[in-house]
C-alpha cells in the first residue's frame, strides 16, 4: 500500500528566503507526482504536476522534483512571500489506475513578515 | 478560467438523514471524483467516474454512497443513512483524461452530522 510522507510538518519562515517541502513515497511505481497548495478551509490548488519521465517542473517561483527510484520530491520556493503561508500537499497516483491519488499529510508554511 | 464548482458550501444534517452535494465539473473534463478530507486527517480518494459509471471506488465508499451524472453538467455524491463519521470537507475533482493526469478540484462542501 502506498504511504506518502511530508517533512517538515510545519515550517516557519522569514519572508525573503528560499525553502524546500519535501515528499517521500513508498511505492516508486507512480504515473505521476503532483504538488497542491491548501488555504484554511478551502479548496485544493494545483501547483505543479510532474509525470514520471521528468525529473523537474517549474512554475514561476516554484521549482519541484522527482527522484522516481527512491520515492522522493522536493517543492522549492524561491523569495518566499507572506502570500505563501498555507499547507503544501504532494500526492502520488499510482501506475495502472485512472487518477487515484494518494496524499501526503502536508506541511504547513507560514512566512512572516 | 475553468472551475470546479461545489454546493453547498456548508451543511449540517442530523444523523439517519441522506445529503446530497452538488458538483459543476470543468465542462470539457471526461473524469470525475470525489475526495473526502476529514478535519486534521490526509485527504482520501472516494470515487472516479468515467463514462456514466463509477470506475473505481475505495473501502470508504460503502453502498450507503452513490455517485450520478443527472445531466450534461452536474456531478452528485449522495450519502445516506448519514453517520457522525461522514463529517468531513468533501471535494469534488476533475480531469480532461487519464493520460493528462492533472487533476483540479473544488472548494468543498463542508458536511456537519449532528
Redesign the interface.
Known amino acids: 500500500k502506498q504511504e506518502v510522507t511530508q517533512i517538515p510538518a510545519a515550517l516557519s519562515v522569514p519572508e525573503g528566503e528560499n525553502l524546500v517541502l519535501n515528499c517521500s513515497f513508498t511505492d516508486s511505481a507512480i504515473y505521476n507526482l503532483q504538488w497542491f497548495r491548501q488555504d484554511p478551509g478551502k479548496g485544493l490548488t494545483s501547483l505543479l504536476l510532474i509525470q514520471s519521465s521528468q525529473r523537474e517542473q517549474t512554475s514561476g517561483r516554484l521549482n519541484a522534483s522527482l527522484d522516481k527510484s527512491s520515492g522522493r520530491s522536493t517543492l522549492y520556493i524561491a523569495a518566499s512571500q507572506p502570500g505563501d503561508s498555507a499547507t503544501y500537499l504532494c500526492a502520488v497516483r499510482p501506475d495502472g489506475t485512472a487518477s487515484k491519488l494518494t496524499f501526503g499529510t502536508g506541511t504547513r508554511l507560514q512566512v512572516t513578515l | 478560467e475553468p472551475e470546479?464548482t461545489?454546493t453547498p458550501s456548508h451543511q449540517v444534517t442530523q444523523m439517519g438523514q441522506e445529503v446530497i452535494l452538488r458538483c459543476v465539473p470543468i465542462s470539457n473534463h471526461l473524469?470525475f471524483?470525489w475526495?473526502r478530507q476529514i478535519l486534521g486527517?490526509?485527504?482520501?480518494?472516494l470515487v472516479?467516474f468515467?463514462n456514466n459509471e463509477i470506475?473505481?471506488k475505495?473501502e470508504i465508499f460503502d453502498d450507503r454512497f452513490s455517485v450520478e451524472r443527472p445531466d450534461g453538467s452536474n456531478f452528485t455524491l449522495k450519502i445516506r443513512s448519514t453517520k457522525l463519521e461522514d463529517s468531513a470537507m468533501y471535494?469534488c475533482?476533475s480531469?480532461l483524461g487519464?493520460g493528462t493526469?492533472?487533476?483540479?478540484?473544488?472548494?468543498?462542501s463542508?458536511l456537519t452530522v449532528l
Do not use: D, I, M, T
Not at chain 2, 486527517?41 to 480518494?45: A, D, L, P, R, T
Open positions: 470546479v461545489q473524469y471524483y475526495y486527517q490526509k485527504v482520501e480518494f472516479s468515467y470506475s473505481e475505495s471535494f475533482a480531469n487519464a493526469g492533472e487533476l483540479f478540484f473544488g472548494e468543498g463542508r
